[in-house]
């Protein structure tokens, strides 16, 4: 691809690849940073013929944007004062974040059907694989894996949408 080529697909995308970045920021310049790295991940990037670019930059500025959440949400974990406990401190902090993400997950598991409930608790809590899970419910092991899929997809929806409300 050219660059005056990028250069115009840059400037199609950049309104909706902004409107993304500023629903899950709510602040400008967080915004502008995350579509500025997707857009320069996207000139980096090989493309094919066949590419959905627009999808690939919706999903790109999602991705950024919670990865950019999760180094700033870091970043405010680790500012701990330099006084003589912040050990105990940092510990305490991480232990009652460690805590709140369980109760988080818990919830958000809460919400899923109850089959999508039992495939997600087989999973994690039981340690099972998707044939054993397939073996106990009866559920062909395809299927059980597409369950699965959107499953995952719900929680990670729950999760963000915890974590948005969580820091308003």
Known sequence: MKATEFENIAHELRPLMMKVAMDFFHNREDA??????????????????????????IVGTKNMCVSIWRKQKLRRTLLVDDSHDS???????????AQDQVRMLEEAIGKLPRSEQRLIRLKQEADMGTAEISAITGIPVRSVSTMMASARRKLLKLLISYEKDIDR
């Open 32 to 57: 502008e940073d995350a579509v500025q790295e997707v857009l320069l991940n996207m000139w980096k990037r090989k493309w094919k013929p066949g590419d959905n670019i627009e999808a690939l930059a």
């Open 87 to 97: 050990i105990s401190t940092a510990n305490v902090d991480e232990e009652l974040i």
